[in-house]
């Protein structure tokens, strides 16, 4: 094929992929405008009716179909995607801190328990973690929704392989000023990995906000509910399901998400590609 | 890899890991420990506590024909998910890699989905797909074709697997797209003055350089399909109908947290440890070293 027909081609594919991603959101958008009853009789269109944005300031304000005001289902969502992507930085920081940059008894042994955790997803011990979580007394708090899920082995190994790149003789200079190993940790570790921080911060915002089966077990108290379980309790609705309602809930639930990922592509790609690698 | 410069003191530093580490103990290793333990006791009939069976609970798992349904069901399921979402994936890298207009937009367009969760691919999908309400799903209905993923299995099986191949699309996108950029631009063009042209091209040197991304993703993939999509598939079909769509994640949550027997869920929660352990171990196996050495 000449270079001309080749391009064409790939343009034709690309838009064919972008669509498939895009029209069903598109759709959901377009039906968050329309009637309920013109949708439950099958008259979904895929045109949004600009002059009706009526269902929003419903769904933010009032509850329906068994879940709470979608602003107070947001407020919890960000709560927890924030408290696991910052607590989850936080904690895996020093501890690669600790296992780089020190010799202390059983620095193996910490590194490997750590390690091991990779081997035990949430959905492999469901039933076990929900007593844990009961003799802890976390059952229905927001500390249940977050604290559990903040160990991470993976980000213990992305900033351990960041310290160990740190040159020697950067240490050393340090060390000559008379710089302490927490001043060295504030002034030179952290600045030098703040890329694979931003690149951490947006995979584990967005973790945290798409979390399912965690809510699902630790909370059933209406007012600890994520957007993501709202959401899946309304479509639950056998009769009369609101639909507009449903469609303008999950615009919702899936903006900010989207939008922390779009606006910060460029950290985001470079760190998922060379950090999980 | 070590490092030759390290501060002195043994108290900080164990200060400084033990956040970590009392997480992990607590909510890792206990559940872990008591998953085991679980896994070879059983409720006293009379409810009086708990009864030491050994292996019991394993022999009576391998012997029961749902849960051998259920494993089998839940391979076939992870293979159709990771073929569907790498296949597709790496079409479009190829596409997204060349030198055409508006190839930056492209990829931002591509990669956005990453932040759908899967519980949310599941409603968008219903919208598509629903017998009732769904854009393709009414339609085909109206054209006489019985199609209501409720109530037919195969159907159901095969809108959980577009619900959750689509969502993993754009992640596979995102290393694929990584992966072919590594490639050195003059191994493809000492390949293209040798006369190989597009398909050749791809099969023979583009692919085969691609091996690591490749098996990288195959095993991020399988575990995506084996655990994650459960809230695409109890969002859309609860398991059903029947057990039609009922993976291992779900039959775990379903025995234990539903019908509240500790001692199979357990037991299954175990089987399900030791597959990602070896499907951990043969990721280090063959890519792991970069990250103990």
Same mark, same amino acid.
């Given at each position: 094929m000449p270079r001309q027909d080749r391009d064409w081609f790939a343009h034709a594919m690309l838009a064919l992929g972008v669509v498939l991603f895009a029209l069903p959101v598109w759709l959901v958008l377009a039906g968050s405008t329309q009637d309920s009853d013109a949708i439950a009789r099958g008259d979904l269109s895929l045109v949004p009716d600009l002059t009706n944005f009526s269902a929003y300031p419903k769904v933010l304000t009032q509850g329906t179909m068994g879940a709470p005001p979608v602003w107070h289902m947001l407020l919890v969502s960000l709560g927890m995607a924030l408290c696991i992507a910052g607590g989850k930085i936080a904690i895996s920081i020093l501890s690669a801190y600790a296992v780089v940059f020190f010799r202390f008894p059983f620095r193996k042994i910490a590194f490997w328990s750590i390690f091991v955790?990779?081997? $035990?997803?949430?959905e492999v011990r469901i039933m076990p973690t929900y007593s844990v979580m009961a003799t802890f007394g976390l059952i229905n708090s927001f500390t249940g929704l977050w604290v559990p899920l903040i160990a991470s082995a993976t980000a213990t190994l992305l900033f351990r392989q960041v310290f160990v790149a740190i040159p020697d003789e950067l240490v050393e200079a340090a060390r000559m000023d008379g710089a302490g190993p927490l001043r060295f940790l504030k002034d030179i570790a952290i600045p030098v990995s703040g890329a694979n921080i931003a690149a951490l911060f947006v995979i584990l915002f967005v973790y945290g906000w798409n979390q399912y089966l965690w809510p699902l077990l630790?909370? /059933?108290?209406?007012? $600890?509910?994520t957007i993501v379980i709202g959401l899946v309790k309304m479509i639950g609705v056998?009769?009369? /399901?609101d639909w507009s309602a449903v469609m303008a809930t999950a615009v919702m639930a899936l903006l900010p998400p989207v939008a922390v990922v779009l606006l910060m592509q460029r950290w985001f790609v470079a760190g998922l590609t060379e950090g999980e690698k | 890899m070590e490092r030759r410069t390290v501060f002195g003191g043994w108290l900080l530093p164990i200060l400084l890991v033990l956040p970590q580490l009392t997480l992990t103990a607590f909510f890792f290793y206990w559940p872990a420990a008591q998953a085991v333990w679980s896994s070879m006791t059983t409720q006293d009939a009379f409810g009086a506590g708990e009864v030491f069976v050994g292996l019991d609970n394993f022999s009576d798992l391998l012997a029961d024909p749902l849960y051998i349904a259920s494993m089998v069901r839940t391979v076939v399921f992870c293979v159709t998910v990771s073929a569907l979402a790498m296949g597709l994936a790496l079409a479009l890298a190829v596409f997204a890699d060349r030198e055409i207009r508006g190839k930056g937009a492209y990829r931002t367009l591509l990669i956005?989905?990453?932040?759908?969760a899967p519980a949310l691919s599941s409603v968008l999908f219903l919208f598509i797909l629903?017998?009732?309400?769904g854009m393709l799903g009414r339609p085909l209905n109206r054209m006489g074709f019985d199609w209501d993923y409720h109530l037919n299995g195969n159907q159901a099986l095969l809108t959980v697997v577009m619900a959750s191949a689509w969502k993993q699309v754009s992640y596979n996108f995102i290393f694929f797209l990584a992966g072919l950029q590594s490639i050195p631009r003059a191994v493809i063009e000492a390949a293209r003055m040798d006369g190989a042209k597009g398909w050749r091209r791809f099969r023979t040197i583009t692919f085969p350089l691609l091996a690591p991304t490749t098996f990288f993703l195959l095993v991020v993939n399988i575990v995506y399909a084996a655990f994650d999509t459960f809230g695409t598939i109890n969002a859309l079909t609860h398991g059903g109908?029947?057990?039609? /769509?009922?993976?291992l994640v779900l039959k775990v949550y379903r025995d234990g947290f539903i019908n509240q027997d500790i001692g199979s869920s357990s037991a299954q929660s175990v089987i399900l440890m030791l597959g990602v352990i070896a499907i951990t171990a043969v990721q280090f196996r063959f890519m792991g070293k970069k990250v103990t050495e």
């Open positions: 955790t990779l081997m $035990l997803p949430v630790v909370a /059933t108290d209406p007012s $600890l509910d056998e009769t009369q /399901t | 956005w989905p990453y932040a759908i629903d017998p009732r309400v109908p029947g057990k039609d /769509t009922e993976t």
